[in-house]
């Protein structure tokens, strides 16, 4: 038999051998392949028509893009009175809902020197404070992409832009949480891929919206259906004026932003205490005291800060307020105080809880105290 | 091979001419028959479930609201998802824990993925490859956003994703340290927690803390040795090896293996935080995950490390 067994012992070694050199164990390997991660995106492009005196204006026109410095929803440099002009915007949000809304910022209004017959009728003349932003009237609506203004379509608030200061910002919901001005949407956002349409006019007069509104469902632009602008009772005193303003357009995502609106309320974080001193009763034997003989605190629990009389202090933290005096007349004379109005009289301090938003006033009432 | 070959004719021509020189004598022949050698098996088997926004993939029902999950839903229910199957053999291209193609900022996620392995204890890995990184288009907002980190934008330019997505890592072991759910002889389990996919902060440690993917280690070795270390080297019905009939602590060995016959559960969460910028729009990030098992026994160096 042993050559049987060297046989085995053989094969044994040139079995390890060939295992070696294929495969060195066991082993298995699963691979998921192609795992993607892809954001999606917001982005607003815009595209404008505009007509001004009811003719095509190219210059303040363009095709759907992502606005660069230059593309100007109105430029006009030689306005005269009964002047109008009518701008068709088209929003387009791609593949995503968005919220949208527009912001409108004044940013310059001037006189730019003055002619003779606006010194006439500008009375008294107002150097460097134009008035045409008082004089041309604006109204937008959310338009079915016609660029006529039609009876069932929702006028936005608008009025002129000089009822913003310079350098303040009007902004309009357009589709926000609280509701959305297109009549083929639910109140929200808009729906991804879609195109919505504002209208929007101006006239450097009276502009009448009533004439200026047309039947549903008509068609064609301004060149057929003008808005009725009455420039008859401008006077000289917008002569050479300028205005500019800024007009911007958000998109915003909705996904995980169910509250989202364009004009969040701010909510007051701090609040105002107002400490008032008041001396009624004095010793008619000594020498006259006054509201300035008396240091005046209060504290939150972080040690006294140092008030004044009838001096509003804000921009404090919510917290329980102690409001405590001390006498500096160093005269050995003493005072009985009472605490009040919002304060609450604890003997010899008042206390007072501050809530976000309030705005409280504590009363000291100083007696002085004779033997 | 010949020499092989020769070594068997020679034997089988051994046998023969001892069975032949037998026949004419009184004898007694004793057999021992059915010797066998039969090779184990290291085989992996994956499953996953996807959640996603509150939202869990059901196969063929596509996407339904999770309990507490409230309107409006993204993604839509019933719109289809892929990123649920049972325990299989993953195929190319096929079956992918991650494929999302809208993400948002404030989107989040989690993927419970079960791997288990046949009959013998094995050595484990994770590999991550990316195979995509790329800003895909450039939209408006994330060019002036990109313009403003001062990076490039555009068709094959670095995508920002990867960046920005954060990863949560845990063993999802339920309230009983191991893995008592996987037993091929009982149907039921008392570990509730055991791979429900929600992470349990007291019981199951996180191996990856809302880390991006490049700070992800991959060595399920660590993670399943850690475990022990953690809830069972202390405890005395705890067994090193990792076998304990399914018990306390089954399925965490002292030295990390995966233990056969178990079936482990992993959550991984992922998570594209609200603050995320518009640099990221539209980017893609795309990666093949890979599980690896090598056998244990004789393999004290698996996957090649020394």
């Known amino acids: ?371 | 091979m010949k020499k092989i070959l020769l070594s068997v004719a020679t034997l089988a021509a051994v046998g023969a001419i001892v069975a032949g020189g037998t026949v004419a004598f009184y004898g007694d022949v004793e057999t021992s028959t059915g010797n066998t050698f039969t090779a184990g098996s290291i085989e992996l088997k994956v499953d996953s479930t996807s959640h996603y926004n509150g939202m869990i993939c059901e196969g063929g029902a596509g996407w339904q609201p999770e309990e507490g999950t409230e309107q409006p839903y993204y993604p839509e229910q019933g719109s289809p998802c892929d990123g649920t199957w049972s325990e299989s053999n993953l195929t190319d291209g096929v079956q992918k824990f991650f494929n999302f193609s809208d993400l948002k900022p404030g989107d989040y996620g989690e993927d419970t993925i079960s791997l288990h392995v046949y009959d013998n204890d094995a050595w484990g890995q994770f590999v991550i490859t990316p195979t995509s990184d790329s800003d895909n288009t450039c939209t408006g907002p994330e060019q002036d956003a990109e313009d403003a980190n001062e990076t490039l934008c555009g068709e094959g330019e670095d995508g920002e994703m990867d960046e920005n997505l954060y990863f949560t890592g845990w063993l999802d072991q339920g309230s009983t340290p191991g893995f008592q759910c996987g037993n091929p002889n009982s149907t039921s389990c008392n570990d509730i927690y055991e791979g429900d996919n929600v992470y349990q902060e007291r019981y199951e440690g996180t191996f990856w803390d809302n880390e991006t993917i490049g700070d992800l280690t991959h060595n399920i070795g660590d993670v399943l040795a850690g475990a022990y270390g953690r809830y069972c080297a202390d405890n005395p019905s705890a067994s090193a090896d990792g076998h304990n009939d399914y018990g306390i602590c089954h399925g965490l060995a002292a030295d990390g293996r995966m233990v056969g016959s178990t079936t482990y559960y992993f959550g991984l969460a992922w998570d594209l935080p609200l603050e995320t910028g518009n640099e990221v729009q539209s980017d893609e990030y795309i990666a093949d995950l890979t599980f690896e098992v090598e056998q244990h026994r004789n393999n004290p160096n698996p996957f090649g490390d020394e």
């Not at chain 1, 005196?53 to 430029?75: A, C, R």
């Not at chain 1, 937008?140 to 203004?149: E, M, P, Q, T």
């Not at chain 1, 910002?169 to 808009?190: F, H, K, M, Q, S």
Request: net charge negative; glycine share 10%; with cysteine.
């Open chain 1, 1 to 371: 038999m042993k050559k049987i067994l060297l046989s085995i012992a053989t094969l044994g070694i040139v079995g390890a051998v060939v295992i070696g050199g294929t495969t060195a164990i066991f082993s298995d390997t699963e691979v998921s392949t192609g795992n993607t991660f892809t954001a999606g995106a917001i982005d607003l492009q815009i595209d404008n028509e505009s007509y001004y005196n009811g003719e095509f204006n190219q210059e303040t026109s363009w095709i759907q893009k992502d606005l660069v410095e230059g593309d100007w929803f109105f430029h006009f440099e030689d306005l005269k009175p009964g002047d109008w002009g009518e701008d068709t915007i088209s929003l387009h949000v791609n593949n995503n809902d968005s919220y949208l809304c527009a912001d409108v910022t004044l940013t310059s209004n001037q006189d730019n020197g003055s002619t003779e017959p606006e010194l006439n009728d500008e009375d008294p003349y107002t150097a460097g404070e134009g008035e045409l932003a008082d004089n041309v009237h604006f109204i937008w609506w959310a338009d079915d992409g016609d660029n006529v203004l039609e009876s069932d379509e929702e006028l936005l608030p608008a009025g002129t832009l000089g009822a913003l200061g310079i350098g303040q910002t009007a902004t309009v919901p357009l589709a926000d949480a609280n509701g959305n001005i297109w009549p083929e949407d639910e109140d929200g956002p808009l729906p991804g891929d879609s195109t919505r349409y504002i209208g929007k006019a101006w006239c450097f007069g009276a502009l009448d919206v009533n004439a200026s509104t047309y039947a549903q469902d008509s068609d064609s632009g301004p060149d057929v259906r003008p808005i009725v602008c009455d420039g008859s009772q401008e006077d000289n005193s917008t002569q050479t004026d300028s205005m500019t303003a800024d007009i911007s357009f958000r998109a915003v995502q909705s996904r995980h932003n169910e509250q989202f609106v364009c004009k969040p309320e701010t909510q007051p974080t701090t609040a105002t205490l107002t400490v008032d001193k008041v001396i009624t009763i004095t010793d008619p034997n000594q020498p006259p005291v006054s509201i300035n003989d008396f240091d005046l605190f209060i504290d939150d629990g972080g040690g006294p800060v140092q008030v004044f009389d009838e001096i509003a202090v804000t921009g404090l933290n919510p917290d329980d307020y102690t409001v405590t005096e001390t006498y500096t007349g160093g005269d050995g004379r003493t005072f009985d105080a009472t605490f009040g109005i919002n304060c609450v009289d604890q003997g010899t301090f008042g206390t007072v809880t501050l809530a976000a938003g309030d705005n409280l006033t504590c009363r000291i009432i100083n007696v002085e105290t004779t033997d």
